[in-house]
């Protein structure tokens, strides 16, 4: 992942991803040598430091009547990350009753276009117990680069874990010996069931169906049955898969 990227999902937009960078690079600059060096425009590079000095990313410092930029230490995002975060999970209970959950209650959801697909997997990391997955490794990586960054970066032991279930291919082998551990186990499924064009999650009491390799779709059913049902299912196609 490229460094602008983690930036930007760090609370940074595109261009005061580059402005910060830029800043970084240069240490001290006036706005003109930081336009410079971030490739944009003089009067958006004024707007952009204002937004990274008001986000407390950048610090104005006048010399000899002139005016320069600094940036703070990058270490601050990761404050405001972890800020932001405790804020979101003190204000998960309320805004939970706001939407009205109801445990077990069946629903639908549907979830369209490449860039939407990884939201629905979010709430799998904010349950306890067990996490599975069907899919064609290669295929649901594509569509799911955020989520598998998550899964490597998730904290996993009794109260979360994993089993996975891919496609017995040279792929599938490399990802199988990769991730496996004590919490996250791995098998892939016999050559007879394949090609496997879909992602499979199944977590708590919802099964996530999402069509990986044409159109986009996930479809998210929350219903204890249908889960079950699932579960089983996995449960029968682990038996019969490769370690």
């Given at each position: ?167 017995d291919s040279e792929q599938g082998k490399e990802y199988q010996s990769k ?65």
């Amino acid at each position: 992942m490229q460094i602008t990227d983690t930036l930007i999902q760090l609370g940074l937009d595109q261009k005061e991803s580059a402005v910060y960078l830029a800043l970084l690079e240069l240490k001290e600059a006036t706005v003109l040598e930081i336009a410079k060096k971030a490739q944009i425009k003089r009067p958006t590079a004024y707007v952009v430091l204002n937004q990274l000095a008001t986000k407390g990313m950048a610090s104005r410092l006048l010399k000899n009547r002139r005016t320069f930029y600094a940036p703070e230490h990058p270490r601050k995002l990761v404050t405001e990350a972890e800020m932001r975060l405790k804020e979101i999970k003190s204000a998960a209970p309320q805004l939970e009753a706001l939407l009205g959950l109801v445990e077990g209650k069946p629903s639908v959801m549907i979830y369209e276009g490449k860039e939407n697909l990884d939201i629905a997997y979010d709430e799998s990391f904010a349950i306890k117990g067990e996490v599975l997955y069907m899919s064609t490794i290669k295929l649901s990586q594509e569509v799911f680069q955020r989520t598998f960054r998550k899964m490597d970066l998730a904290t996993l032991g009794p109260n979360f874990f994993m089993r996975e279930l891919v496609d017995d291919s040279e792929q599938g082998k490399e990802y199988q010996s990769k991730v496996t551990g004590p919490f996250r186990k791995v098998k892939r499924m016999p050559a007879q069931f394949l090609p496997f064009n879909v992602d499979i999650g199944i977590f708590g009491n919802r099964v996530l169906i999402t069509s990986v390799s044409k159109e986009y779709f996930t479809v998210s059913l929350q219903s204890p049955e249908i889960a079950q049902a699932f579960k089983f299912l996995f449960e029968a196609m682990w038996q019969l898969s490769l370690s």
